[in-house]
């Protein structure tokens, strides 16, 4: 990590103080990352720019310039503002609910005349870092006693709650896995994680029975026997488990994959894009994006590990995880090891919230390593 | 303390976030280790299983083998048929199109409405039958007006093509469409393609894995929407195989001639070897035309004729062999210990308990010996030797000569007939044997029953004097043929009456052929298939022609030739022929299938003569039914069958049926009188 860490082009005077400063190494391979996406959706569309690639490219840079803009924000507004910022996307959470019942149906978007706006997919940064920053409120002290579990419950509970209500249960997920993550990391007791994983194991049945919409059951059940329904949602986890396994060791080559240009993998332009890819490019193509997000989180645990403040570490942590979560749930499910629950591949499926949402990580966690090495090198 | 707990937590945190990272790391390697499972380890079978989602196979149908008689001539073979398809996925506006087609190949309302059904089943690359068996007409007028109809899709196939016609019918069968429960039971995709016909009956269905060959496909890239996307390489069919008959077409077809207006059967077979040369039942149907599909019409005549042509009576016709078994009566008496010599006083008549049996001849035939007995047919003789050694001592030597015994041939239905004896009717009847039953075995009645292939089996065995096989198929061995158990003696004594009877003043004098050098050896029978009262015998027994057609006599000749060094056996059963005309009985039938064999000029030139008695040959006389009976039809006429094939051995079993209790009425008639020529 030292190397990656230590990035940039080095004060040479050429290029602006700021941007020398940037980690260009690992920008370098988010970009590759993103391009590598790019290449990917212009064969899903059969060899054209349109309608997805070109459409992503842009929104792919425009959000890492924002990300690379979120870089020169202070990490005090990151604490600061990470309640304010939960609270007004509670309340977009609760507008959509609203909106939803008016219009009859339901709706995860806010029009906001130039965009489209997901608040869940905002909320995946924003409860990370509402939960690090109670976490850093909350005096050391504490971290052992009950009062330091029932307040983080509630602000994961009413976010996720309103998503679940959507419905969006990968969106949901993500949150509630987001948050765990900064309550394990903050110090809760490891029994009460064993004893929720108990309890987990025990309600999720009922769960699956009692709180799940229909369609999400049904996908549950058809991860659970995925032949009982070859044809219906069974059919979209066998013929991505086909594209990836007769991409073999180097796939069929660029343009050459027959279920995705023919139509057999469905959705393989947004969350089954990992099939898409893995056809034309084989296990080297998925071996590569592993090793990739692999290197991305490594770097992101790093900069939590650098980090002075202990909001600092529990975010960065925190947001690595939370782009970890995006590339398992995604992984798994795409090759039949998860339900199909609609977790996108962050920089490879199509879909601007998805990019968004990972370069607000991103930038983020920039910020976080560009804070944590000014302090070094003071 | 406040600072050494913070020191703590982020001990504890930074120990959390390597665990985190571990975790991270195990999931990384679990994904890894997933991709390589499927990518690496399941490559092989996924990679079929995207090949077989990407490409369907067209089929196309395969050339079906030819059947060949004995000298290569074609029995059944395949010409070009022209046909339409359409592609529902290239049609564009499909209902201008179905409007055009319906237009320019004059489909009926049923048609069209079978292909709009056809069409709305079919996924979008597989092609549809808009019609098959076009005139070239009508094929090029479609074939021009292509490009203003994409999707359509003229096309040249090969139909089924029987050069003889009827004259085969039962021999090969014929060829139809698969029906939904072959296809359930083979789930070959083959089934249902365009075009593809299979064996219905017959040799066409015995022989279909010989003939059927391998199809060809046209291997079409499709999405999961079945839009075609392109065509890729296509693989020519290979051609069924080539039966080879020991039938002789010519031959075949002679006799089928010949026969002419009869409903019955006869069978040629080769003394030297027992090979089929002919086996020939008619009236029959025309298997072109069933292969074709079958018009309402012409189904609801072949059901309705009297004159069964949907039975394969060679095979499947059971009769009471009449006199035809004395010959073989005579080498089982000799067997028995019987002298040939010795005489018995025919007056006529024989008492039998409280039975009279009666023989043919009214006032007797006087005092007889065995060839004599054979020669005037004379029903005493046997009535009484038979009631002195028991039927049990005939029987033997009757299987031994074929009857009731079963021959492995390739025909899905034969019907084996009845030796009895006395074991056989204590299994079946829980009846004791009785001296009337011998009696009424002994001329080939009673309980006697025998397909015509075993008469004719039968007299090649008493030509050759060895227990021939009868065979059809020219690639199969030959089987073992055992002597009988005769001496040369006997057998001579018995050709020797057999030749009398033709040419010494027998009973079938009309057999004697005219071949210079050959003769003709033989034995007439009659089975009577009505029970004649006491009363009618004292008023006088009514002549055949005055009895309606289904209660007139079987008319039945067993023959072989040239009498001293035999080459040729037959075997031909008329149903209720009654011996009416004279050139369509039995003796002058056998004696010109004979001459054909030994001079095919003379016995040409003679059929030809006497076919306009009759009205022609078997194609012109078939045409004419057909116009009549359509002329006839008025009222609309009734379903036809689905299944052809399946109806028509339904049609068949009910006629075999029929024929069976024609004879248990003469059985019944065992106690009255029962007499043969």
Redesign the interface.
Known sequence: MATLQSSGLGPSGIVPGPLAQLPWRIIGLVVAIGMFGLVVLYSAASGSMTPWALNQGLRFFVFLAMAIGLSRVPETFWALGAFPMYIVIVVMLVGVELLGAVAGGSQRWLDLGFIRLQPSELMKPVIVMAMARFYEILPAGEIRKFGAIWPACVLLGIPAGLVMLQPDLGTALMICFGAVTVMFLAGIPLRLFIGGALALAVAAPLAVNFVLHDYQRNRVMIFLDPESDPLGTGYHISQSKVAIGSGGVFGKGFLQGTQSHLDYLPEGHTDFALATMMEEWGLMGGFFLILGFGTLIRWGIGVSMRAQSRFARLTAAGLSATIFYYCAINMAMVMGLAPVVGVPLPLISFGGTAVMTFMICFGILLSIDRQSRRVQRW | ??RI??A???Y???R??VV??GI??A??L???G???W???F??E???L???S??VRLTLTPPRRGWIVDRNGIPIANNRTAFRVDMIPDRMEDKEKTLGLLQQILSLSEEEMARIRTDLKRASGFQPVQVSDSLDWERFAAVSVRVPEMPGVQPTRGFSRNYPLAAGVAHLVGYVGTASAEQYQKEKDPLLVAPGFKLGKDGLEKTLEDRLRGTPGAKRV?????GRL?KELATRPDQPGETVKLTIDALLQEYVARRLGTNSGSATVIDVENGDILAMVSMPAYDPNSFSDGISRNEWKMLSEDDHVPLMNKALQGLYPPGSTVKPMNGLALMHAGVDPHARVVCSGAMRVGNGVFHCHKRGGHGPLDLKNAIMQSCDIYFYEMVRRVGYDAVAPMARALGLGQKFDLPFSTQRFGTVPDSAWKLKRYKQAWTVADSLNASIGQGYVLANPLQLAVMASRLASGRQLVPRLLADTPRQEAPPLAATPEQLAIIRDAMFGVINSGGTGGAARIQVPGITLAGKTGTAQVRRITMAERASGVLKNASLPFKLRDHALLVCFAPADKPKYAAGIVLEHNGHTIRNLDTPMIGRDIMTFLFDRKRAMDSLHAEEPTWGGDYRTRMAAQAQAFSTAQNAPPPEAPEDAAEAASTVASEAANATTSNTIDSSAAERGSVEAD
């Open positions: 303390m406040v707990t913070e703590a937590q982020a504890s945190f930074s959390r976030a985190l990272g991270q790391g999931a990384a679990v994904l890894a997933r991709m390589t499927l990518a690496v399941e490559n079978r996924y990679r299983t995207a090949e989602n990407r890239e499709v999405t999961a929407h996307v």
